[in-house]
């Protein structure tokens, strides 16, 4: 692949990643931030400027891709320090976990074959991830996180590769999203297709908190309230008031589905990678098998 045909696919590729988190933020979900509101946690500002912080990772991780170049969750430990230098709250941790393997496996003829990539991506990923990976989390420092349980400290995972931190992290529901081939992120998908971005954002997000916990609200907030919160959801599928009760029964009590959140921008992500490969992809090898210098 010649290095400008490159240069504008993971530009395009990194684009999408990045502006998933803004659509994602502009659709007001209960209990979330969003343009139309901030919450003690989470500012819509946080948000973008966290999106604009991971676009020059991704596009990294994409040009790693076609080298199949490791590690490569030093683009998590790097995005994270450099949102801390500009005075970032770097606040979509859960969706760059959940993009690494998709941008760097994106280098595909299409959606379908870029997750299958991304599958195999995420069952080699080694101890040096797991060391950076550690690194990030100790860097932000969130306080609901440490033991994974009685034998295993995120702090202290050096001796395992970043696959087996995830298969014991399965419990929380972005990373068991990720580890199960992008279910409920392409659950929130087929509702875009359904029913247009507007419907679909709001309705898979209940859709995926119905069908699995919020494992945000499972690690600050117990396994009750997560439950909770999931059943209420089921509840409020197609139920507009339902949804508004359950909007302030999470601002109440300082519930906000984060992790949902995170799943629903990967499935943003799905949504409009699918498009940009149905349009462009094939143009893209073509032009690499010819040669050319650019795109025509």
Not at 156 to 181: P, Q, R
Not at 236 to 255: M, T
């Amino acid at each position: 692949m010649s290095q400008v045909i490159l240069e504008e696919f993971c530009n395009s590729i990194s684009f999408i990643l990045s502006y998933s988190t803004v659509e994602e933020s502009l659709h007001n979900k209960p209990g979330n931030a969003s343009r139309w509101r901030d919450i003690p946690a989470v500012t819509f500002r946080d948000l973008v400027l966290s999106a604009l912080t991971a676009k020059d990772y991704y596009k990294e991780l994409c040009k790693r891709g076609l080298r199949r170049e490791r590690p490569l969750f030093d683009s998590l430990y790097k995005a994270v320090v450099k949102s801390q230098e500009l005075g970032i709250n770097f606040a979509i941790l859960g969706t760059f976990i959940q993009m690494v393997p998709l941008a760097y496996s994106s280098i595909s003829r299409s959606l379908d074959d870029a997750l299958r990539k991304a599958s195999e991506t995420i069952r080699g990923l080694d101890q040096v991830d797991s060391m950076y990976f550690s690194k990030s989390l100790q860097t932000l420092t969130p306080s609901y996180l440490g033991e994974i349980n009685n034998d295993f400290d995120y702090k202290a995972m050096g001796k395992f590769s970043l696959y087996e931190v995830l298969l014991h992290s399965a419990t929380d529901s972005s990373i068991k999203n990720m580890m199960e081939d992008y279910k409920y992120s392409r659950l929130v998908l087929n509702k875009i297709k359904q029913l247009g971005i507007e419907r679909g954002v709001v309705e898979g997000f209940l859709s995926v908190l119905c069908q699995i916990p919020d494992g945000l609200i499972w690690r600050k907030h117990g396994g009750r309230a997560a439950i909770t919160v999931s059943k209420m959801s089921c509840e409020a599928l197609g139920e507009p008031k339902l949804v508004n009760e359950l909007d302030r029964f999470l601002l109440k009590n300082g519930y906000n589905p984060g992790s949902t959140a995170d799943i629903v921008a990967v499935g943003i992500a799905l949504y409009k990678l699918g498009e940009w490969y149905d349009k462009n992809g094939l143009n893209y090898f073509n032009a690499m098998q010819r040669g050319c210098d650019r795109v025509p």
